[in-house]
């Protein structure tokens, strides 16, 4: 179960694109085309309140703002990003097309990248309606903050395969994907505040849900089966908050490591009995964590395993603190208030969402 923690050993950016092609050699490969060369149907000018569409028959880059719809299937070169976004409010509809990778070439390329051009962050791209496959990395955000990625399908082939990663991407939505196989689900690194509900995780190697230093973020119903390592893993991310996801048939459910005041309510991490098994919930070095509702059945090393200061996360009824003195209590809590006031929490989430999608 050391996979659990492959991140730190590996140099962010260059895990995007494999080991020997830097994140920026991505979005510029001699194979792509910018947007609007032929394929432009109209601008969009934000003071006019419409968006027009342009049309995206092959990989391009995006320098833009406005509507991009894929009129049909693609294919990205060898170690290049099949559509790269240099701009902000673009919105990007698969209209249920496919990116894939270059056939014969293993698991190579990106299939969309956004990334800024210079200094400053990229605001407001979504991406929609996309099935993506045989890629080293699916989804790219890169400084890119209030940005949207739903109802996309990804299939990586290969534990060297990633569907989505965010690097230094604050308040941005992903909601209602669906993703197998590869070596991670959805990858946070430095980022922040976003929102992630909905989305299934399935046959990654590393985890589906992966935070790495990124805190105050929301998950909310997720799922997340088959993982040869933790499900949904925390590690040195705080103030987050984990609400009635689900973590079943990994090695370790949940899994927060060097993580403090994060609160977890209404998860279920059940039957996690891949590669011998472990706990439901493990917290090491933790403080300061909390939550109710929480259950953990069928697990080989019991509901939970918890070190550190502070903490109280009811599981199965009972609240387990980690502090030796005091391993165990009875919950006291009135189960019904909890769940509603959870519950409320949830729609809220679920209302924030809906002003973020196209």
Excluded: W
């Excluded at 990994?250 to 059940?270: K, Q, Y």
Aim: net charge negative.
């Amino acid at each position: 179960m050391s996979n659990g923690n492959h991140q730190e050993t590996v140099d962010r950016r260059s895990y995007l694109a494999g080991s020997a092609v830097a994140l920026s050699a991505l979005s510029m490969g001699s194979g792509v085309a910018a947007a609007g060369d032929g394929k432009k149907n109209g601008n969009h000018d934000p003071a006019d309140g419409d968006r027009t569409e342009s049309t995206i028959t092959e990989c391009t880059t995006i320098t833009e703002s406005g509507t991009y719809v894929l009129a049909d299937d693609l294919e990205t070169a060898p170690e290049t990003a099949c559509i790269t976004v240099r701009a902000s409010d673009v919105l990007i509809d698969g209209r249920g097309h496919t990116i894939s990778g270059p056939n014969g070439q293993g698991v190579e390329g990106v299939g969309v990248s956004v990334q800024p051009p210079g200094e400053e962050s990229i605001s407001n791209v979504t991406v929609t309606d996309l099935t993506l496959e045989r890629l080293r990395t699916g989804i790219v955000f890169d400084d890119v903050t209030d940005g949207v990625i739903k109802a996309v399908t990804s299939e990586m082939t290969t534990i060297a395969g990633t569907n989505f990663v965010l690097v230094d991407a604050d308040r941005n939505t992903l909601v209602d994907n669906d993703l197998e196989r590869g070596g991670s689900g959805i990858y946070l690194i430095n980022a922040n505040e976003n929102v992630v509900v909905g989305n299934s995780t399935a046959n990654t190697f590393f985890p589906g849900l992966d935070l790495l230093e990124s805190d105050g973020n929301t998950l909310v119903g997720n799922t997340v089966t088959s993982v040869d390592g933790v499900g949904i893993l925390l590690q040195r991310s705080d103030g987050n908050h984990l609400l009635q996801n689900t973590a079943t048939l990994n090695a370790i459910g949940i899994s927060l490591v060097g993580s403090n005041d994060n609160r977890l309510d209404l998860n279920a991490a059940n039957e996690n009995i891949a590669v011998g098994g472990g706990s439901g919930f493990h917290l090491s070095g933790s403080d300061r964590n909390s939550g109710r509702g929480n259950t953990a059945e069928e697990n080989p090393f019991g509901p939970i395993s918890i070190s550190g200061a502070g903490n109280a996360i009811e599981v199965n009824g009972t609240v387990y603190t980690g502090d030796p003195a005091t391993e165990t209590v009875e919950a006291e809590a009135d189960d019904d208030t909890v769940e509603e006031g959870l519950t409320e929490a949830k729609n809220e989430v679920l209302a924030f969402t809906d002003t973020n999608r196209p």
